[in-house]
């Protein structure tokens, strides 16, 4: 199997006894990655005050282009950046201009989402309504009740790794005055091949590049349709636009996506993005092309567990047809366990409550299984 160590080459060289299979958590940062973050520095001492001109003249639009291309999005303009997701959470439901909120979501979303709702929830904010266990008829079914004002679901779950078939369905309910659709493509977002041609004008989309991008922080994406929350309530001064229509002392809006930006932002992310999205275009690796190397390491790992005793657990999202999820998620009352017993020998897995993840990216290689198994044969049963 063909190997891309070469592209990671600083990473690995900073600990090379470490066997990173939490590609899924905290991804190695290709070496175009420090080309990015040198050129954001070089440009802020070089530029200085003019250094926005690049910005948002330069480095925002091809970011923007590149997200477009991934997600085949019709418009790059629909396209906003922010430091975190947590900021875009905050200006959506801020864009709703109600009190409460009714949101819809289930019990398998991201911290990020499920503390701020928690805390919503206790200030007023919003009303809650919770599925368990990610059930996605049940989740379909009620959302087709017209009860709710904002549906937010993941489009691969981060507890178990399964992705969401309901998608399309969920988007046909969305109307620009309620119920708004929020797609978290936490564990999506160049780890599935996805397709919003058809939904982008009614659904927002979340993603980042801390994990399958390969960017690290600071690079968080909003798809915001347009017609919908034309004035988040939670805003900054980089939202602003010159409109002469509006009346003194008004407070304007970007037409576009930008609506939803904030205030003065680190682009250091911007820049470690488009140069690894650069990068991988001039490899010709493709989402596609990434999912096709991990299938084949996946596979082996999973042939070779067998003889080992993570065999013993339930595997919450065995390989199946059409994209994959980009970890495997194993649930055992030893997952704790387990994880500790590898990462004492330098090996980097992840748990969530009782489940241990293993996640597999473009930096592994057939020695990486090998080793891995190894490990893994002397976990305690």
């Not at 690995?12 to 299979?21: E, Q, S």
């Amino acid at each position: 199997m063909t190997s891309y160590k070469h592209l990671f080459q600083r990473a690995i060289a900073a600990a090379p006894d470490r066997l990173h299979a939490a590609a899924h958590s905290h991804h190695l940062w290709p070496d175009a990655s420090y080309v990015g973050q040198l050129a954001a520095w070089q440009d802020g001492v070089r530029l200085a005050d003019r250094k926005w001109e690049r910005v948002m003249g330069e480095v925002w639009p091809a970011a923007q282009r590149h997200v477009a291309r991934e997600l085949k999005l019709p418009d790059p303009e629909n396209i906003v950046f922010a430091g975190n997701t947590h900021d875009f959470l905050l200006r959506i439901v801020s864009a709703m201009g109600r009190k409460p909120v009714r949101i819809l979501s289930t019990d398998a979303e991201f911290h990020s989402f499920r503390r701020q709702a928690a805390r919503w929830v206790e200030g007023g904010t919003i009303t809650l309504e919770t599925i368990p266990n990610g059930d996605e008829a049940a989740l379909l079914d009620r959302a087709a009740s017209g009860d709710h004002d904002l549906i937010f679901t993941s489009q691969v779950f981060f507890s178990n790794g399964r992705r969401s078939g309901v998608i399309a369905q969920l988007a046909a309910l969305a109307r620009p005055d309620g119920p708004w659709v929020v797609i978290d493509g936490y564990h999506g977002f160049m780890a599935v091949e996805t397709d919003l041609s058809a939904i982008a004008d009614r659904v927002f989309y979340l993603a980042g590049g801390y994990k399958y991008a390969m960017a690290g922080e600071g690079v968080a994406i909003l798809h915001a349709p347009p017609g919908y929350g034309a004035r988040p309530e939670i805003t900054g001064w980089y939202a602003e636009f010159d409109d002469l229509s509006l009346p003194p002392g008004s407070v304007g809006y970007a037409p576009d996506a930008r609506r939803y930006m904030g205030a003065t932002f680190d682009p250091s992310g911007l820049y470690r993005f488009v140069a690894v999205r650069d990068m991988l275009a001039g490899e010709g690796l493709t989402t596609a092309a990434i999912n096709d190397h991990v299938a084949g390491l996946r596979t082996k790992l999973l042939e070779g567990i067998a003889a080992t005793p993570l065999a013993q657990a339930e595997l919450l999202n065995p390989p199946g047809p059409g994209s994959q999820g980009r970890f495997l998620a194993f649930r055992s009352p030893h997952a704790a366990q387990w994880k500790a017993k590898l990462e004492a020998e330098d090996v980097i897995t992840d748990v969530r409550g009782d489940v241990l993840r293993i996640g597999l990216g473009l930096y592994h290689d057939d020695r990486d299984i090998d080793r891995l198994l190894g490990e893994l044969e002397w976990l305690e049963k």
